[in-house]
């Protein structure tokens, strides 16, 4: 879909309502990791670069449509002025004629949105009360364009709008992973449970060449072939849901990829005793916790032929040695032909980030999103209000 960006919009002299995402965490009253505040930098310093006022709205933290002290958005400034190099203006509740009276130079940061029930309710007065606020709105949220809420979907409709310099990065990004994808494409999709990413599966096997499942998901689908998993993590009574996406994927011609070898363990603990097994031999008192390296060569193998990747979850238990093995011999690979010009690869989704971060593949993936549910909703093929709002 076509969307407009700041480059579209005459900013002089304009007001800005810019939706952000600097829902970061905090401990003892200190923002701990600024990634969130540090990636909205662009958008915010081309809008006063072109003149533009710009006025940020934001949400922190689960308030549940109440004033909760402790979630208020004023713990961000220290930060927000630290990466922005200028003052930012704190107001609690704005009104209009004070933000008709603002001058060029000036940054706002307006407290917490969700401090009213309107904003998740995506109430029509809050969104008209927001729109007396800007003469323009910009979303750079990608990561709460999966929710229909006054600040993401409401006012955007009341507005000229556009899309900032993150939520543009994002969706140019995931358009080149899934919208018009070079082919072959692989998707690599791996976690706990197949129950959560139904859709997901479902989605992909009509989009993408090569699905390659990981993590305790896989076991449910050798499970569903009839090969016994001993204790693993599976969800048994998910069988006949596994054969189905296994049935649409070969009409589809999309070749599902499941572990050809398993790294088993008796005990969840790290460097516990393990080996290595075909999944049929899978002891009856012992757990998958890995995918094994005649796994990883396959998938190495595939990536060599590929064009475009698009990744979502780790292939084992990550988190503890050695049975982050996959997942880090995956990445590894996945990021070096990247670097190589050969691999277009986006990943996404808490975990993923997390593993790719600790393979230290991260930095030389296409793109990474920190979007979480979005991304999530995007990838399932689902329509996000936030972004649907733009066109």
Known sequence: MAWKTLDDMDLNGKRVLVRVDINVPVENGVVTDTTRIDRIVPTVKDIVAAGGIPILLAHFGRPKGKVVPEMSLRVTLPALEAALGSSVTFIEVPNADEMKALTHGTIVLVENTRFTPMEEENNPEMAKYLATLGDIYCNDAFSAAHRAHATTEGVAHLLPSCAG????????????????????????????????KLDLLGNLVGKVDHLVIGGGMANTFLAAQGINVGKSLCEHDLADTARAILAKAADAGCEIIL????????????????????????????????????????????????????????????????????????????????????????AGGGDTVAALNKAGAAEAFTYISTAGGAFLEWME????????ALG
């Open 165 to 196: 310099r993150l939520m543009a990065e994002e969706l140019s990004a995931l358009e080149q992973a899934l919208g018009s994808p070079v082919r072959p494409v692989v998707a690599v999709v791996g976690g706990a449970k197949v129950s959560t």
């Open 259 to 346: 572990p050809r070898d398993v790294v088993v363990a008796r005990e969840f603990k790290a460097n516990a005793d393990n080996k290595t097994v075909v999944p049929e031999s899978v002891p009856s008192d012992a757990m998958i916790l890995d995918a094994g390296p005649e796994t990883v060569a396959y998938i190495s193998e595939v990536l060599d032929r590929a064009e475009t990747l698009i990744w979502n979850g780790p292939l084992g238990a990550f988190e503890i040695e050695p049975f982050d093995a996959a997942t880090n011999a995956a990445a590894k690979k996945a990021a070096e032909l990247t670097k190589a010009g050969k691999l277009v690869s986006v």
């Open 381 to 388: 093929g689902k329509v996000l209000p936030g972004v649907a």
